[in-house]
């Protein structure tokens, strides 16, 4: 029986030869067929420092209500709301936003309204990069999660019929992939959050795959840095592989990111994936 994953062994052991953690042995079953990643902090480190445009965002929001704390506090209760919805859409961390405005007395804007802002904000904070690699000044490499380039070309050499889904909005994700030269690898898809929120979600993918392929739970693999795809892949029986990056960014995001991952039940924790070729022996795919 699979241990809870909301009471987190206390210790792990270490796959030979690696750092990779093993929490847990994941389900066995007649081999892996599908495999489904996140993007970004999983594959990609496009956007890192998304979180200091979000947040500061989110805090001018706060202090412009009737009635509010002082700005720590504020930043405080930003930082805590906005990492706990990380792997979710952005949609879903503005949604936060407008009732914690209306929490203190402000009126808040549509939560699409948000999304824009921060989109805008953070495309300005990236545009250097995505320049770079459009013109080919910027080696793809230096925005790459290491080993997930690899990785991925490997399970896809061994039959893997592979999946991207991300709560990054559908045409970025795809744009991304295709600079940072990915996109081909995907057979299965490329999925990420669309207008109507409501139509997309990393569940959604997850159980349309097993209910198309008519899977076994231990016949997906799920990679990413967020709770989120972790959970969902507990939930159906499916192989979690949560991968804790390193994030840059001024509010030290993310420190807790292992810790959440285990908490979320992964079987298998890396801080990248450049220990790609041990995993895929060491899950005999």
């Keep these: 029986m699979a241990s809870d994953p909301r009471t987190p062994r206390a210790t792990t052991r270490v796959l030979a ?11 066995r079953g007649s081999g892996i067929r599908h495999a489904v990643f996140d993007l970004d902090g999983t594959l990609s480190l496009l956007r890192d420092g998304w979180q200091d445009q979000m947040v500061p965002l989110l805090v ?6 009737p009635e509010h704390e002082p700005r720590a ?29 209306e929490k203190r007395g402000g009126r808040p804007l549509d939560p699409v309204d948000y999304k824009q802002r921060y989109n ?15 013109s080919r000044t910027l080696r793809a490499e230096t925005l790459l999660v290491p080993g997930s380039v690899a990785f991925l070309q490997r399970l896809v050499a061994r039959g893997v019929r592979c999946y991207l889904a991300s709560g990054t909005d559908d045409d970025l994700v795809r744009r991304d992939a295709e600079l940072l ?9 490329i999925f990420g959050a669309l207008p109507d929120y409501q139509r997309f979600s990393k569940a959604k993918v997850i159980r349309g795959i097993l209910s198309e392929f008519e899977l076994s739970g231990p016949e997906l693999l799920i990679v ?53 070729d041990a995993v895929i022996e060491y899950l005999g795919v």
Aim: one cysteine or more.
């Design 224 to 276: 990413g840095d967020g709770y989120v795809e972790i959970e969902n892949a507990r939930e159906v029986g499916a192989i979690a592989f949560g991968v804790h990056t390193r994030e840059n960014n001024r509010y030290h995001m993310n420190a807790g990111k292992r810790e959440r991952l285990l908490r979320a039940g992964a079987h298998l924790l890396a801080a990248d994936l450049r220990a790609g």
């Design 181 to 189: 030269g990915f996109a081909a690898l995907f057979e299965g898809g």
């Design 73 to 101: 506090e504020l930043e405080a209760l930003v930082i805590d709301f906005v990492d706990h919805l990380t792997g979710k859409q952005t949609i879903y961390q503005m949604i936060r936003l407008a009732e914690e405005v």
């Design 17 to 27: 030869g690696t750092a990779v953690e093993i929490v847990e042995d994941p389900p």
């Design 120 to 134: 805008e904000r953070l495309a300005a904070a990236i545009a250097a990069r995505i320049d770079g690699l459009e």
């Design 60 to 65: 001018e929001a706060l202090e412009a209500c």
